[in-house]
Each structure stands twice: as C-alpha cells, then as structure tokens.
C-alpha cells in the first residue's frame, strides 16, 4: 500500500494480496482520523459481505472467490469509545454482470484498490443501541 495526504484528503493504493479493512486501519491510527468518509474502486478475489437481519438482530455473511470488480466501496471512520471503528459496504460484480454486496467484513485486492478518504474535521463516537442491535453515532 502507499497513500499520499493533500490536505484534508487521502489517496491511497492498496496492493495485489492485501486485506482492504486491515489497510484502512493502518492509515486511519498512522494518520490519527478520528472522522472521515470512504469511497473506492478496483479488483478483489476473496470477500466476504454480510446483511443485518433485523427482527434477530443478527449478520448472516456470504463469501466469493474469483474475479470480481469493485462497483462500490463506502464508508466511514470514526470511533467507539474512543477507539478506531469502520464501517464499510461493497458492491463488486462478476463477469456474468452479477453483483453482490452488503456490510464489508473482508476484501483481498487481486489487483488494485484506488481508495479516496476525506478527512472531516471533529469526532463522531459510535454506541451499542439494545434495541437495534446494531453500533450507532453518537452525538
């Protein structure tokens, strides 16, 4: 991996064979970002998504092997109890044109991975709702 910081904004190469959330966490606690958002495109050949089933309050995740194109990768940095957190959602499509997607729990880039973070000025912290289930901002 190797990123470039131009004032309030990084851009960022993450390389055949590495785990994107992992690369993500390097340069966020590197470049102490409290608050940010996530946009990027490119090529993995391992993922794994998964979808929130609200009424268990629970994830169920899939995972995909092969040749799959980045259609859509979004998120956030922020934090939860003052700690590093991420929360991330890719789209990546197959040959076929198939896509599948949901709430990022692994990616390995088999080619590259062109990743933009906007630095946002302040802290967003993150709490556990109990009756979501899920962690939310807080403000």
Not at 27 to 43: D, H, S
Not at 58 to 72: A, L, Q, T
Not at 99 to 124: P, Y
Request: negative net charge.
């Amino acid at each position: 991996m190797e990123y470039r910081k131009f004032n309030h904004t990084i851009v960022a190469r993450i390389d055949k064979g590495e785990e994107i959330l992992e690369k993500i966490k390097e340069i966020a606690l590197k470049e102490n970002i409290k608050l940010a958002n996530i946009n990027a495109l490119g090529a993995v050949g391992e993922f794994t998504v998964g979808v929130f089933k609200t009424k268990e309050k629970k994830y169920y995740s899939n995972s995909f092997e092969g040749d799959f194109e980045i259609v859509s990768l979004t998120g956030t940095i922020n934090t939860m109890n003052n700690e590093f957190y991420s929360h991330l959602h890719m789209s990546a499509g197959n040959d076929k044109g198939e896509v599948f997607g949901g709430h990022l729990n692994k990616a390995i880039v088999s080619a590259t991975c062109e990743m933009i973070i906007n630095i946002i000025d302040g802290t967003v912290d993150r709490y556990f709702d109990e009756e979501i289930g899920l962690n939310l901002f807080k403000f």
